[in-house]
């Protein structure tokens, strides 16, 4: 079963939408449905989905970008890793 919806679309990103879909051999609609359907799935497995709310933090925009600040620090990490010394033993 399927449900429909309408959506009106800011005329300032039509035209990127047109062309991402063209690009990928797809409506505009085929392409919106498939991005809506692989964030809400992403959405719906979000580790730290769970613990939203529960931790006091002192960076207030944490909801809302939490996965940014995750991957920045993991960058952060990986490019600490790659300027340690090799220790040979």
Known sequence: ??????????????????EIARGRGQSPEEFALQWLMVSIQHFKDDPLEPFIGSVQSNIPDWTENSDRYLGENLLKTEENIQKMPIVKL
């Open 1 to 18: 079963m399927t449900q429909v919806l309408n959506l009106e679309i800011p005329q300032e990103i039509y035209p990127t939408l047109v």
